[in-house]
């Protein structure tokens, strides 16, 4: 309908409109072709085929397999062909009346597997470094109308670190008012690895933060990522006696690895007083017990000294007048 008009007076009600538009009979034919084909245009690309995903990985790991993915709804249309592109070059095509089907055109980082690509899906495998770039994926529709419409989706491959992030220049025990300086260094990786540095389970303040420009080695250009933290040790960063420093190294999705060192805090020795009260008491009791049992011994060995002495004494007496007298 057109403003309320059936479909088969559509364009005699443009014409008859057209006539208010031009003086003359050439102006007034100009009007009315034009009219009459955007109605044709907008019900050709009503009806047109269309792109409903096209699925590209952002991030994919070096010597894996990636799958590339487009799909698309030809609304009635036939299918003519199905094209990728790298950076703008062709390197695989499906055409579904060929034999076979698919074609590919070789390139520096693209190897296609076609047992397993088809007109909705591409199979690469492996991939390498030369592999990361810019995937479009374009469709197009038989004769007559050779409609065709495309999408992209930028990919990078990763190389992952050999090594987990590693942590340095730490002690093993810290006091309140001590600097904390250390560093968390990441293997070599393509890109850089993201660190992050965690205090107690909480992220560090960006002031604590030292950051460095990636260190790029080999002939692969790997690259290696280095951060600091440095800040004043307060009574806050110890939990029941530990600080807990952790470094977290990430690449996107693809990649997820943490290092966690636990550190102690010195102890403030307490002055002894109540262990000093209680041992001069036990040793002043103890002190008091062993001379009552020496003064008791004594007695004891005075009194029987003593009775010995008398008898001795006596018998001495007895003796001496038992003798005779010269």
């Known amino acids: 309908m057109l403003c309320g008009i059936p479909p088969m007076k559509r364009y005699e009600h443009v014409c008859a409109h057209c006539r208010l538009l031009g003086n003359t009979k050439t102006m007034y034919e100009m009007w009315c072709w034009i009219i009459i084909l955007q ?13 409903t995903e096209v699925q590209v990985p952002k991030h994919t790991v070096k010597g894996h397999r ?10 009635g249309e036939a299918l003519y062909s199905v094209k990728w592109y790298k950076d703008g070059r062709e390197f695989y095509r499906y055409v579904p009346r060929d034999d ?3 074609t590919v055109f070789p390139q520096p980082g693209i190897i296609v597997y076609l047992p397993n690509s088809t007109s909705e899906q591409v199979v690469l495998d492996p991939i390498d470094l030369f592999s990361s770039g810019k995937y479009r994926c374009e469709v197009s529709a038989e004769a007559p109308s050779f409609q065709t ?7 990078m491959v990763v190389v992952l670190p050999e090594e987990d992030p590693y942590i340095t220049g730490g002690k093993p025990r810290y006091q309140i008012g001590d600097i904390v300086r250390v560093n968390c260094t990441s293997g070599r990786s393509k890109p850089a690895v993201h660190l992050k540095w965690y205090i107690n389970g909480d992220e560090a303040d960006e002031a604590a933060i030292k950051r460095y420009e990636p260190i790029v080695s080999g002939p692969d250009k790997l690259e290696t990522s280095i951060l600091g933290l ?16 952790k470094c977290l190294a990430t690449i996107s999705t ?36 062993q001379a009552a049992s020496g003064d008791a011994l004594a007695n004891k060995y005075s009194s029987r ?22």
């Open 39 to 51: 109605f044709f245009l907008a019900e050709e690309f009503a009806s047109g085929i269309m792109l």
């Open 66 to 75: 990636v799958r590339l993915e487009c799909h698309y709804d030809m609304e």
């Open 100 to 102: 076979p089907p698919g």
């Open 149 to 155: 419409v495309s999408d992209h989706g930028e990919m």
């Open 230 to 245: 440095e800040f004043r040790v307060k009574p806050k960063h110890f939990k029941r006696g530990d600080m807990k420093l």
């Open 254 to 289: 693809v990649y997820w690895k943490s290092n966690e060192e636990s550190v102690e805090g010195e102890k403030i020795q307490k002055a002894p007083m109540l262990e000093s009260r209680r041992a001069v008491s036990s040793d002043t009791r103890a002190d008091r017990v």
């Open 305 to 326: 000294l003593n009775f010995t002495l008398r008898w001795l004494l006596v018998a001495l007496s007895l003796a001496a007048a038992s003798w005779p007298l010269s």
